[in-house]
């Protein structure tokens, strides 16, 4: 198994820009998850998923766009891309069900907006 | 904010000795994980423990949960330079339930 896949690596935006970041997993996890890593802020939840078809927002979902057309994939959009949006994206997915269940992550992407 | 607080920021030992974080939260829990972090890397899963245990154990790790003082620690025991790493928590919440929510993290350096 792959495990979570995410791409690009890295992306360099300029301000105004849009660009869709690209998450995969082939464990047939019900939950997905995007977070995104500034420093001294540890990781803070953008978007999940709970299944084909459900998305919801997290902490700080604006500027940013999810769908969850597959159990697959789980892409994240940028629709004008701002400075304020230069972090590191981790995408993350598990098991779905009442209690959370270990969460497996991408290796990131990241992402500069000059 | 809804993070937790890890405690201490940043620390560094020499090989062999004990490493203790600790992550404190606010809200009532269902479980709280904690996660590996090697620079550059994604996180990497490494404890689970549910609000109605009060502490595990995997090989070198210890984790505790205390719910009265809303609290848990993550002990390494013996430490290698390979522990050289960020350690964060992540809890889930009674209420929004389908959140996962980490705490800022613990910096580890451990010298050889």
């Known amino acids: 198994n792959a495990g979570v896949t995410q791409t690009p690596k890295f992306q360099v935006l300029k301000t105004g820009q849009s660009m869709t970041l690209q998450c995969a997993q082939d464990m047939n996890h019900e939950y997905m998850s995007w977070y995104r890593q500034d420093p001294g802020m540890g990781l803070r939840l953008i978007h999940y998923?709970?299944?084909?078809?459900?998305?919801d927002q997290g902490e700080v979902p604006n500027g940013y766009n999810v769908s969850r057309s597959t159990t697959e994939d789980f892409p994240l959009r940028l629709l004008s891309a701002a400075p304020s949006q230069t972090s590191v994206y981790f995408c993350?997915?598990?098991?779905?069900?009442?209690?959370?269940?270990?969460?497996?992550f991408g290796p990131g992407t990241r992402l500069t907006v000059t | 904010s809804q993070q937790g607080e890890e405690d201490p920021q940043a620390l560094s030992i020499q090989e062999g000795e004990n490493a203790t974080m600790n992550c404190s939260y606010k809200?009532?829990?269902?479980?709280l994980q904690w996660y590996r972090q090697n620079s550059g890397r994604g996180l990497v899963h490494l404890i689970l423990?549910?609000?109605?245990?009060r502490e595990k154990h995997s090989g070198r790790l210890r984790v505790t949960l205390d719910t009265s003082k809303k609290s848990s620690s993550l002990l390494i025991t013996a430490s290698r330079a390979a522990d050289t790493a960020s350690y964060f928590c992540a809890r889930q919440g009674t209420y929004n339930t389908d959140k996962l929510i980490f705490g800022t993290g613990t910096r580890l350096q451990v010298f050889p």
């Open positions: 993350a997915s598990s098991q779905a069900g009442v209690y959370f269940h270990e969460q497996y």
């Open positions: 998923s709970v299944g084909a078809g459900i998305t």
């Open positions: 809200t009532s829990i269902n479980n």
């Open positions: 423990i549910r609000s109605n245990e």
